[in-house]
Protein backbone atom coordinates (compact mmCIF):
# COMPACT_ATOMS: atom_id res chain seq x y z
CA UNK A 1 0.00 0.00 0.00
CA UNK A 2 1.45 3.64 0.65
CA UNK A 3 4.00 2.75 2.79
CA UNK A 4 5.67 1.70 -0.71
CA UNK A 5 5.42 5.24 -1.37
CA UNK A 6 7.43 8.12 -0.96
CA UNK A 7 5.79 10.79 0.84
CA UNK A 8 5.85 14.72 -0.52
CA UNK A 9 4.60 18.03 -0.62
CA UNK A 10 4.55 19.43 -3.72
CA UNK A 11 4.17 23.64 -3.72
CA UNK A 12 3.01 25.53 -6.79
CA UNK A 13 1.34 29.11 -6.52
CA UNK A 14 1.88 28.94 -2.98
CA UNK A 15 -0.73 25.56 -2.71
CA UNK A 16 1.16 22.87 -1.08
CA UNK A 17 -0.13 19.36 -1.43
CA UNK A 18 0.83 15.88 -0.45
CA UNK A 19 1.75 14.03 -3.09
CA UNK A 20 2.86 10.22 -3.19
CA UNK A 21 5.44 9.07 -5.55
CA UNK A 22 6.78 5.78 -6.14
CA UNK A 23 8.77 3.97 -9.40
CA UNK A 24 11.14 4.68 -12.20
CA UNK A 25 10.96 5.75 -15.72
CA UNK A 26 8.77 7.67 -17.03
CA UNK A 27 5.99 9.62 -15.01
CA UNK A 28 2.36 8.97 -14.56
CA UNK A 29 -0.05 11.45 -12.70
CA UNK A 30 -2.95 9.36 -11.14
CA UNK A 31 -5.64 11.32 -10.09
CA UNK A 32 -7.75 10.17 -7.59
CA UNK A 33 -11.49 10.06 -7.73
CA UNK A 34 -13.95 10.62 -4.45
CA UNK A 35 -13.99 10.14 -1.89
CA UNK A 36 -9.60 10.38 -2.16
CA UNK A 37 -6.37 8.34 -2.57
CA UNK A 38 -8.06 4.93 -1.50
CA UNK A 39 -6.30 1.18 -1.83
CA UNK A 40 -8.46 0.67 -4.63
CA UNK A 41 -6.47 4.10 -6.28
CA UNK A 42 -3.40 2.93 -4.65
CA UNK A 43 -3.91 -0.73 -6.37
CA UNK A 44 -4.19 0.72 -9.98
CA UNK A 45 -1.33 2.99 -9.39
CA UNK A 46 1.05 -0.22 -8.27
CA UNK A 47 -0.49 -1.69 -11.72
CA UNK A 48 0.97 1.37 -13.43
CA UNK A 49 4.51 1.10 -11.12
CA UNK A 50 4.88 -2.45 -12.33
CA UNK A 51 4.96 -1.80 -15.76
CA UNK A 52 7.85 0.06 -16.05
CA UNK A 53 6.88 3.58 -15.23
CA UNK A 54 7.12 6.15 -11.84
CA UNK A 55 3.60 7.29 -10.50
CA UNK A 56 2.61 10.02 -8.53
CA UNK A 57 -0.56 10.54 -6.82
CA UNK A 58 -1.61 13.81 -5.84
CA UNK A 59 -3.80 14.29 -2.57
CA UNK A 60 -6.84 16.56 -3.66
CA UNK A 61 -9.18 15.74 -1.36
CA UNK A 62 -9.98 12.89 1.02
CA UNK A 63 -7.37 10.62 3.44
CA UNK A 64 -4.79 9.18 1.50
CA UNK A 65 -4.84 5.66 2.08
CA UNK A 66 -8.52 5.83 4.02
CA UNK A 67 -11.30 3.12 3.05
CA UNK A 68 -14.50 4.51 1.67
CA UNK A 69 -17.48 4.68 3.69
CA UNK A 70 -20.68 6.71 2.52
CA UNK A 71 -20.58 9.44 5.27
CA UNK A 72 -16.81 9.59 4.27
CA UNK A 73 -17.99 9.83 0.37
CA UNK A 74 -20.28 12.60 1.22
CA UNK A 75 -17.66 14.62 2.81
CA UNK A 76 -15.49 14.74 -0.02
CA UNK A 77 -18.15 15.31 -1.95
CA UNK A 78 -18.93 18.40 0.08
CA UNK A 79 -15.68 19.48 -0.23
CA UNK A 80 -15.44 19.86 -3.83
CA UNK A 81 -18.49 21.45 -4.14
CA UNK A 82 -17.42 24.10 -2.28
CA UNK A 83 -13.73 24.30 -2.43
CA UNK A 84 -13.05 27.50 -4.67
CA UNK A 85 -10.35 24.76 -6.37
CA UNK A 86 -13.45 23.49 -8.12
CA UNK A 87 -15.84 24.45 -10.43
CA UNK A 88 -18.37 21.35 -10.52
CA UNK A 89 -20.92 22.78 -12.49
CA UNK A 90 -18.51 24.56 -15.47
CA UNK A 91 -19.30 23.61 -18.72
CA UNK A 92 -17.00 25.60 -20.44
CA UNK A 93 -14.32 26.71 -17.67
CA UNK A 94 -11.93 23.65 -16.31
CA UNK A 95 -11.39 23.58 -12.03
CA UNK A 96 -8.45 26.28 -10.85
CA UNK A 97 -6.69 23.09 -9.72
CA UNK A 98 -5.77 22.12 -13.34
CA UNK A 99 -2.90 25.22 -12.46
CA UNK A 100 -1.18 23.23 -9.93
CA UNK A 101 -1.71 19.56 -11.68
CA UNK A 102 0.25 21.48 -15.02
CA UNK A 103 2.95 22.43 -12.71
CA UNK A 104 2.82 19.27 -11.38
CA UNK A 105 3.51 17.48 -14.75
CA UNK A 106 6.42 20.16 -15.31
CA UNK A 107 7.76 18.77 -11.86
CA UNK A 108 7.74 15.22 -13.22
CA UNK A 109 9.01 15.51 -16.34
CA UNK A 110 11.85 17.05 -14.80
CA UNK A 111 12.40 14.59 -12.21
CA UNK A 112 11.78 12.31 -14.71
CA UNK A 113 14.90 13.62 -17.14
CA UNK A 114 12.97 15.27 -19.27
CA UNK A 115 10.79 12.63 -20.50
CA UNK A 116 6.88 12.39 -21.85
CA UNK A 117 4.19 12.52 -18.75
CA UNK A 118 1.13 10.50 -18.79
CA UNK A 119 -2.16 11.36 -16.48
CA UNK A 120 -4.93 9.30 -15.34
CA UNK A 121 -8.29 11.02 -14.26
CA UNK A 122 -10.87 9.13 -12.32
CA UNK A 123 -14.03 10.31 -11.75
CA UNK A 124 -14.23 14.06 -10.85
CA UNK A 125 -10.65 14.60 -11.68
CA UNK A 126 -11.45 12.68 -15.41
CA UNK A 127 -12.03 15.95 -17.46
CA UNK A 128 -8.17 17.81 -15.44
CA UNK A 129 -6.35 15.81 -18.14
CA UNK A 130 -7.85 17.52 -20.66
CA UNK A 131 -6.50 20.84 -19.24
CA UNK A 132 -3.31 19.37 -18.28
CA UNK A 133 -2.66 18.51 -21.95
CA UNK A 134 -2.08 22.35 -22.62
CA UNK A 135 1.90 21.22 -20.69
CA UNK A 136 3.36 19.87 -24.39
CA UNK A 137 4.75 17.13 -22.23
CA UNK A 138 1.74 15.29 -21.20
CA UNK A 139 1.65 13.16 -23.92
CA UNK A 140 -0.37 9.86 -22.71
CA UNK A 141 -4.00 11.57 -21.24
CA UNK A 142 -6.40 8.86 -19.77
CA UNK A 143 -10.34 10.09 -18.76
CA UNK A 144 -11.51 7.32 -16.80
CA UNK A 145 -15.76 7.99 -16.33
CA UNK A 146 -14.75 11.82 -16.20
CA UNK A 147 -17.72 13.33 -14.17
CA UNK A 148 -17.84 17.09 -14.02
CA UNK A 149 -19.25 19.25 -15.10
CA UNK A 150 -21.95 17.42 -12.81
CA UNK A 151 -24.48 16.57 -15.87
CA UNK A 152 -27.03 18.56 -14.86
CA UNK A 153 -29.40 19.38 -18.29
CA UNK A 154 -27.98 18.61 -21.96
CA UNK A 155 -25.01 20.79 -22.50
CA UNK A 156 -23.27 19.92 -19.27
CA UNK A 157 -24.14 16.02 -20.54
CA UNK A 158 -21.81 17.07 -23.52
CA UNK A 159 -19.31 19.50 -21.85
CA UNK A 160 -15.78 18.33 -21.33
CA UNK A 161 -15.18 21.32 -18.26
CA UNK A 162 -12.89 23.21 -20.34
CA UNK A 163 -12.32 26.88 -21.60
CA UNK A 164 -12.84 27.44 -25.45
CA UNK A 165 -8.78 28.27 -25.95
CA UNK A 166 -8.10 24.36 -23.32
CA UNK A 167 -10.21 22.59 -25.92
CA UNK A 168 -8.67 24.24 -28.89
CA UNK A 169 -5.57 23.37 -27.60
CA UNK A 170 -6.66 19.41 -27.26
CA UNK A 171 -8.02 19.26 -30.69
CA UNK A 172 -4.79 20.84 -32.25
CA UNK A 173 -2.22 18.46 -30.28
CA UNK A 174 -4.46 15.66 -31.05
CA UNK A 175 -4.41 16.77 -34.75
CA UNK A 176 -0.91 16.38 -34.51
CA UNK A 177 -0.21 12.73 -33.09
CA UNK A 178 -1.17 12.73 -29.45
CA UNK A 179 -4.06 10.40 -28.45
CA UNK A 180 -7.09 10.29 -26.02
CA UNK A 181 -7.93 7.19 -24.02
CA UNK A 182 -11.40 7.13 -21.54
CA UNK A 183 -13.25 4.51 -20.11
CA UNK A 184 -17.01 4.34 -19.00
CA UNK A 185 -19.48 1.89 -17.80
CA UNK A 186 -22.39 1.86 -20.50
CA UNK A 187 -25.11 3.17 -18.32
CA UNK A 188 -23.18 5.67 -15.58
CA UNK A 189 -25.26 8.53 -15.81
CA UNK A 190 -22.59 10.50 -13.69
CA UNK A 191 -20.31 10.10 -17.30
CA UNK A 192 -23.18 10.16 -19.88
CA UNK A 193 -22.45 9.21 -23.50
CA UNK A 194 -23.02 12.47 -24.73
CA UNK A 195 -19.69 13.38 -23.39
CA UNK A 196 -17.80 10.75 -25.24
CA UNK A 197 -20.08 11.51 -28.46
CA UNK A 198 -18.13 15.34 -27.90
CA UNK A 199 -14.84 13.69 -27.98
CA UNK A 200 -15.58 11.03 -30.60
CA UNK A 201 -17.15 13.71 -33.27
CA UNK A 202 -14.10 16.28 -32.57
CA UNK A 203 -10.78 13.67 -32.06
CA UNK A 204 -11.32 11.16 -34.58
CA UNK A 205 -9.31 8.45 -34.54
CA UNK A 206 -7.41 10.37 -32.15
CA UNK A 207 -9.92 9.02 -29.68
CA UNK A 208 -10.31 5.51 -28.17
CA UNK A 209 -13.44 5.35 -25.98
CA UNK A 210 -13.70 2.05 -23.92
CA UNK A 211 -17.41 1.40 -22.41
CA UNK A 212 -18.12 -1.35 -21.05
CA UNK A 213 -21.89 -3.01 -20.15
CA UNK A 214 -22.90 -2.57 -16.33
CA UNK A 215 -23.23 -5.93 -15.71
CA UNK A 216 -19.70 -6.36 -15.69
CA UNK A 217 -19.17 -4.47 -12.86
CA UNK A 218 -17.74 -5.92 -9.80
CA UNK A 219 -21.30 -6.70 -7.27
CA UNK A 220 -19.59 -5.87 -3.97
CA UNK A 221 -18.87 -2.66 -5.01
CA UNK A 222 -20.81 0.06 -2.35
CA UNK A 223 -21.32 2.21 -5.47
CA UNK A 224 -25.05 2.95 -6.15
CA UNK A 225 -24.36 2.44 -10.00
CA UNK A 226 -21.77 1.36 -11.48
CA UNK A 227 -19.00 3.96 -12.33
CA UNK A 228 -15.27 3.31 -11.08
CA UNK A 229 -14.19 1.24 -14.40
CA UNK A 230 -10.47 1.15 -12.91
CA UNK A 231 -11.11 0.85 -9.21
CA UNK A 232 -14.32 -0.13 -6.94
CA UNK A 233 -16.38 -1.96 -10.08
CA UNK A 234 -13.27 -3.22 -11.33
CA UNK A 235 -12.97 -7.22 -10.85
CA UNK A 236 -9.86 -8.42 -10.64
CA UNK A 237 -9.72 -11.25 -12.70
CA UNK A 238 -8.28 -12.45 -15.70
CA UNK A 239 -11.01 -12.24 -18.96
CA UNK A 240 -13.11 -9.87 -16.84
CA UNK A 241 -13.80 -6.48 -19.30
CA UNK A 242 -12.73 -4.44 -16.22
CA UNK A 243 -9.58 -5.96 -15.74
CA UNK A 244 -8.83 -6.29 -19.56
CA UNK A 245 -9.65 -2.42 -19.65
CA UNK A 246 -7.43 -1.62 -16.61
CA UNK A 247 -4.31 -3.61 -18.98
CA UNK A 248 -5.22 -1.39 -22.08
CA UNK A 249 -4.85 1.93 -19.57
CA UNK A 250 -1.24 0.58 -18.52
CA UNK A 251 -0.33 -0.78 -22.16
CA UNK A 252 -2.05 2.68 -23.82
CA UNK A 253 0.90 4.43 -21.19
CA UNK A 254 3.73 2.49 -22.43
CA UNK A 255 2.81 3.17 -25.87
CA UNK A 256 2.78 6.48 -25.73
CA UNK A 257 5.36 6.99 -23.07
CA UNK A 258 8.13 3.98 -24.44
CA UNK A 259 8.11 5.07 -27.70
CA UNK A 260 11.45 5.58 -29.48
Request: proline content about 7%; overall charge positive; some cysteine.
Amino acid sequence: MLRDYSEQTFTHAGKAKRIFVRGRGPAVIVIHEIPGITPHVVRFADWVVDAGLRVYLPELVGTAGRQPSPGYVAMSIATICVSREFAVLAADRSSPVTDWLRALVRHAQVESDGTRVGAVGMCFSGNFVLAMMLEHGLVAPVLAQPSLPFPLGARRKRALHLTLAEWSCVKQRCATGVKVLALRFSGDLACPPERFDTLRRALGDAFEGIEIDDRYANPRSRNPQPHAVLTADLIDRDGEPTREAARRVVAFLREQLLAA
